[in-house]
C-alpha cells in the first residue's frame, strides 16, 4: 500500500466508525496499519455485508481504489446508498450514574496520547439508538497535528488502553483542522476535555 492509498484506507475507517461495529473497525485500523493490506480489506468488505452497512458511491470508490481486483465481487455486494446516515448515536459529556468508572483508563489514553504527538484528549460517554451497531460505552477522542500517523496513534493507545486496563473502549484519532464526519462531529461537540498539550 503507497502513501496515497494508506491515506485512503485511513479516510475509509474514521468514515465507517460508528456505521460498522468497534470491534470491526478496530480490526481493519490495526490490520492496515501491519501492512496486513489484503487481511485488513477481506474484513472489511465480508463485515459490511454481514453488518448491512451501506456505503456511499464516494465510498465505494474509495475502497475499490485500494483493490488489487477492482471489480472484486465482495466490493459489488456490499448495499450503496446515496448519503451517509445520520450518527445512530446520542454522545454525552456525563455518563450515567452505572457506568464503568474511566480515571484508570483516562490516564493511559492521556500518558499515550501526548506519546504520540496528541494535542488534547476528550471523552464521550456514548448512548446507542435502536438501530446502533454497538453498545454504550465511554468513547475517547485524541486530537493529534496534521503531520501525526492516524493509524500509528490508534494502534499504540488503544493497545496500552488494553494491556494496562484490559479495556477496548473506542479510540478516535482526529486530525486538526479536518472536517469530521458525522460520527465523530457529534462525538467532539459533545466530549468533554480531559487534557491538553
Not at 27 to 53: K, M, P, R, T
Request: proline share 8%; charged share 20%; glycine share 4%.
Amino acid at each position: 500500500m503507497d502513501t496515497k492509498q494508506y491515506a485512503t484506507a485511513t479516510e475509509v475507517c474514521r468514515r465507517l466508525a460508528g456505521r460498522l461495529s468497534d470491534d470491526v473497525v478496530s480490526v481493519v485500523q490495526s490490520q492496515i496499519f501491519a501492512g496486513e493490506d489484503e487481511l485488513a480489506l477481506s474484513s472489511l468488505l465480508l463485515n459490511l455485508q454481514y453488518e448491512g452497512v451501506a456505503v456511499t458511491a464516494d465510498e465505494a470508490e474509495m475502497i475499490r481504489t485500494l483493490l488489487e481486483d477492482p471489480q472484486d465481487p465482495e466490493l459489488a455486494a456490499v448495499q450503496v446508498t446515496a448519503a451517509v446516515p445520520p450518527p445512530a448515536y446520542r454522545f454525552t459529556p456525563t455518563a450515567p450514574a452505572d457506568a464503568p468508572d474511566a480515571g484508570g483508563a483516562d490516564q493511559v489514553v492521556i500518558a499515550e496520547s501526548a506519546l504520540v504527538g496528541g494535542r488534547r484528549v476528550r471523552r464521550a460517554w456514548r448512548e446507542p439508538l435502536p438501530e446502533a451497531a454497538n453498545p454504550a460505552t465511554w468513547v475517547y477522542l485524541v486530537q493529534v497535528a496534521p503531520d501525526v500517523d492516524e493509524l500509528r496513534a490508534y494502534s499504540a493507545i488503544s493497545s496500552q488502553l488494553w494491556v494496562h486496563r484490559q479495556e477496548k473502549w473506542p479510540v478516535e484519532v482526529v486530525v486538526e483542522g479536518r472536517l469530521l464526519p458525522p460520527y465523530q462531529a457529534a462525538a467532539v461537540t459533545a466530549a468533554h476535555q480531559i487534557w491538553s498539550a
